[in-house]
């Protein structure tokens, strides 16, 4: 009888299961051995930002090992910058982040203008911050949007792209275009902005605090997002800044670090503004951190706003020569973009195309550290450390 | 206020010689190690040190050591590639220090087969970084934990970010590589 | 003999009646569940088939009909067939003894009670089936979450349940209805309350929806899936939701006693509310994570619910029923 059963036994192994096949040759070991589940998650997985992939090593749904495999939506974009004059560059600076462009192109420009020495006018400056923080807030509200959806909570999801779809109405107002904006330009911004933008956006920010408080009714103090978020994919700073977490994510550590204050750009030491640090170290600190960021982000606008109709007209467009050809010499620009340190080394030879171009994407960087967070927690973990750490896969296979 | 920092670029430009020891980090690095700073630049208020890289791991150690740079935070790795250099691979550094809001970029120059020490003992961050370097120009990090390829397929050949690679790719390898990989298509 | 033919005739008619009503709802379930929480979340939901998106079930219907059917090649043929049509039989037959009225009812079983809890454990069966045959990591683990869901929840379900019977005395569904003059929910909202937890566990519904977690496990269970064999998961699963609801009415809300309307629209009225409940609470919750959800279960929920029993029984015995 037991013979029976055991030679049933192998012939199901045989045809396989969904551990692994029996191949000729194995011996069937009556002392079972503990094996890892190897499982691959990705590049096709609804919570995985895009197209990244993790394999993840499991006992039960425990997580043993990790993999990240990147490179799926990788476009050459370094590459291609090396065959574009610097202004045809700015629209592929669009594609890296595409869901903050404004803040990509952000980076880019700055490091032309510090490389070939330009002078902004005061005008684009204020209308560049300004777009920037929309962009921070835009970007922000899809991550909450999604990394709640992933954790199981649907409302959030939709209440969030409502008021995401305000600020692309606000984009597509200035600059025609909802997600790829393409405004920044060398020197300025492309045009100034329409009249009636001033007061819409005003009117964004009169509504964004309150509905700030709807998410936080179904999010801030709920039992189960708690349990899903506290001490959950925990990382200390050491380790975090060792392994490159940079912006939010290592906020949400109690790194008082945000480069707007710290190494101030633009008109930044000019905006008050508060950074926000929470010290739990997990998933929920950096989810307060994001949640503090997009108020603060909604006060930039307002002073922004304030200048802008303050100071009306004037120009927004510095003279850059058609024929742009910057010195000779390299330079690095970053800027807080809404993942973290965005920053672009530029090398000139003094002709009209970068030389080099690098550009240092800040999700590319956050996500060496999440087999740190995840390692010791369950499948249903990683989805929220991913979440928490906030990828855009344009960005981190640029 | 947006006007000060011009001048201070144009001073910086106009060939004024600088007095390097101002740096600290200069300070730090000839204190210890005399031999190891091949060149120093200052271009648009960034110091760029150029290395031999021999020196490389340990003045990593003591720039993220010591409690006057504190560079705790590697940015990133970058490789660049002069063709027509007698050492034509370059790799940069870019170094932030968290607590001082400082940046500081060092650079080593390797000749075509040389390798560079791997900083990954000193900031584990350099994984990624370097791994990124060898994919896209082929620069070997020695003592790097597992150096493969990161954003290219694991058989790819050549390293894309080479001036002599051609943008679309060497002819034909397009053709090749779809070839293989999507043979499952051929077939149907 | 004419007796016999009638009587089985009536209960052919019953069995008609209430198992093309049952799944008529249920289609028009998902169709309710869509509308509600889309207007919940600033938006229409289905809007395009017919008014208001009224034929809407019928097009998915029709769409999921017509599908391919795909089997794995690496998954066991057999099971995987079996196992969505194990699961909607046990959701279907449990209506078998669901009394809508105090004469309306298929058949009026003295053991009803268990009858259900039974067969929905059973029920359970093919979605642990279903996730091992489909030969995918990820329906494997929905399987295994599902298995160690039933272990718990159905606990919990049965003993919620025992309060209330132990003060009707009587497992058939219509004596429990009628031994209650008030709603048990005045004398038992302890068992209430865990019983509207477990049942959220039983039928896999957020916030416990672990087993088809779909941002963690694709699709859980049903990832390999499509077409009929899916629908009848779908299908399933709201036949669950509606026997849930319904147990919920009879045991805790006397069922279909109320004034002035018919018995049956009183039941149905009852329902609704607990099915609005379910929507609801989908609308507003993240998901648990696997191990706290066990947690919850043994350790809060089992000493509550033994607490509640015991209460109960003490309480009958020094006052001899209420």
Not at chain 1, 117 to 141: D, K, Q, W
Not at chain 2, 46 to 53: A, C, G, N, P, S
Request: charged share 25%; glycine share 6%.
């Amino acid at each position: 009888m037991a013979k029976k059963i055991e030679s049933k036994v192998i012939d199901v192994l045989k045809r396989g299961t969904p551990f692994g096949r029996l191949e000729e040759g194995d011996v069937f070991n009556e002392n079972l051995k503990i094996e890892d589940v190897w499982i691959n998650m990705g590049p096709q997985h609804p919570s995985t930002h895009g197209v990244l992939r993790l394999v993840l090593a499991l006992q039960g749904e425990r997580i043993v090992d990790m993999e990240v495999v990147i490179g799926y939506l990788h476009r050459g974009t370094e590459k291609l910058a090396e065959f574009r004059t610097y202004h045809q560059f700015i629209p592929l600076t669009d594609r890296l982040d595409y869901l903050a462009s404004p803040a990509m192109n952000f980076g880019y420009v700055l490091a032309v203008e510090k490389l070939a020495g330009i002078e902004v006018p005061i005008r684009a400056e204020y209308i560049r911050v300004l777009m920037a923080e929309l962009a921070r807030i835009s970007s922000h509200l899809l991550w909450l949007a999604t990394h709640a959806l992933d954790i199981g909570a649907m409302t959030v999801f939709l209440y969030c792209f409502r008021e995401r779809e305000m600020i692309l109405d606000l984009f597509e107002m200035a600059t025609g275009g909802r997600l790829i904006t393409t405004y920044y330009r060398i020197g300025g911004v492309a045009n100034d902005l329409p009249d009636y933008f001033l007061d819409r956006c005003e009117e964004f920010c009169e509504i964004f605090p309150k509905r700030v408080e709807d998410y936080d009714a179904l999010l801030y103090s709920n039992r189960i997002w708690l349990s899903r978020t506290v001490n959950i994919a925990k990382i200390s700073a050491e380790k975090g800044l060792a392994l490159g977490l940079s912006g939010p994510s290592i906020r949400g550590s109690g790194v008082n670090w945000d480069l707007r204050r710290s190494n101030p750009y633009s008109v930044y030491d000019k905006l008050d503004f508060e950074v926000a640090v929470f010290d739990g170290c997990d998933v929920y600190a950096r989810y307060l951190v994001r949640r503090k960021e997009m108020l603060e982000s909604c006060k930039i606008v307002k002073q922004c706003i304030e200048w802008l109709k303050k100071n009306p007209g004037g120009e927004v467009q510095a003279k850059v020569p058609k024929v742009f050809k910057p010195p000779v010499g390299e330079v690095y620009q970053a800027v807080e973009a809404p993942k973290g340190e965005l920053g672009f080394y530029i090398v000139s030879d003094g002709s009209q195309r970068p030389y080099r171009l690098k550009i240092r994407a800040p999700s590319f960087a956050n996500l060496m550290s999440l087999p740190e967070m995840c390692k010791g927690h369950l499948v249903a973990d990683v989805v929220a450390a991913i979440g928490s750490i906030d990828v855009v896969l344009g960005e981190v296979d640029r | 206020m947006a006007e000060e920092p011009i001048k201070d670029r144009e001073k910086a430009d106009s060939e004024v010689p600088i007095d390097f020891s101002k740096f600290v980090e200069v300070r730090k690095i000839k204190e210890k190690y005399p031999e190891a700073i091949v060149d120093l630049k200052y271009f648009r208020d960034e110091l760029t040190i150029v290395l031999k890289k021999e020196y490389l791991l340990n003045v990593c150690f003591l720039l993220r050591d010591d409690p006057e740079t504190k560079y705790n935070f590697l940015t990133e790795v970058i490789g660049v590639h002069y063709p027509n250099r007698e050492k034509p691979f370059e790799v940069v550094y870019h170094l932030y220090s968290v607590e001082y809001a400082r940046r500081v970029r060092l650079k080593v120059m390797l000749g075509e087969d040389e390798e560079v020490e791997s900083v990954y003992p000193v900031w584990p961050s350099a994984n990624w970084y370097e791994r990124e370097c060898f994919d896209m120009f082929g620069i070997r990090f020695t003592n790097h934990p597992d150096l493969r390829r990161i954003l290219l397929p694991e058989d790819w050949e050549g390293y894309p970010l080479r001036k002599d690679y051609p943008l679309e790719g060497p002819p034909g390898y397009r053709e090749k590589w779809l070839k293989e990989h999507l043979s499952l298509y051929n077939k149907l | 003999m004419d007796v016999l033919m009638s009587d089985i005739l009536t209960a052919l008619i019953r069995i008609i009646v209430v198992f093309a009503l049952a799944l008529l709802t249920v289609a028009y379930l998902t169709y309710l569940e869509r509308k509600v929480i889309g207007h919940m979340q600033v938006r229409m939901g289905p809007m395009r088939v017919g008014p208001h998106g009224l034929l809407q079930p019928i097009a998915d219907g029709l769409k999921l009909f017509f599908k391919e059917d795909i089997v794995p090649t690496e998954g066991y043929r057999l099971t995987f067939y079996f196992a969505p049509i194990l699961c909607l039989v046990c959701a279907l037959i449990l209506f078998a003894v669901i009394p809508f009225d105090a004469k309306f009812m298929i058949s009026r079983l003295n053991i009803g009670l268990l009858y259900i809890l039974s067969i929905a454990s059973v029920g359970v069966m093919g979605i642990i089936l279903a996730g091992w045959s489909s030969g995918s990591k990820y329906s494997l683990l929905g399987g295994l979450r599902s298995a160690a869901q039933i272990f718990s929840y159905e606990i919990f379900l049965g003993f919620s349940l025992m309060g209330p019977l132990m003060i009707a005395g009587s497992l058939d569904l219509v004596k429990i209805v009628e031994a209650q003059s008030v709603p048990f929910i005045v004398y038992q909202p302890v068992a209430f309350v865990i019983y509207l937890i477990a049942a959220l566990g039983e039928i896999n519904r957020v916030p416990f929806d672990l087993p088809e977690a779909e941002s963690e496990l694709v699709a859980g269970f049903h990832t390999e899936y499509s077409g009929m064999k899916f629908a009848y998961f779908f299908l399933a699963e709201y036949a669950n939701m509606i026997i849930v609801s319904a147990i919920a009415t009879i045991v805790f809300l006397a069922g279909w006693k109320g004034p002035i309307l018919p018995g049956w629209m009183w039941f149905l009225i009852k329902m609704f509310i607990f099915i609005y409940f379910f929507i609801w609470v989908r609308a507003t919750f993240p998901r648990y994570r696997y191990d706290q959800f066990m947690r919850i279960g043994w350790k809060i929920m089992l000493p509550l619910v033994l607490a509640n029993i015991f209460v109960t029984g003490v309480v009958i015995l020094f006052i001899g029923g209420y």
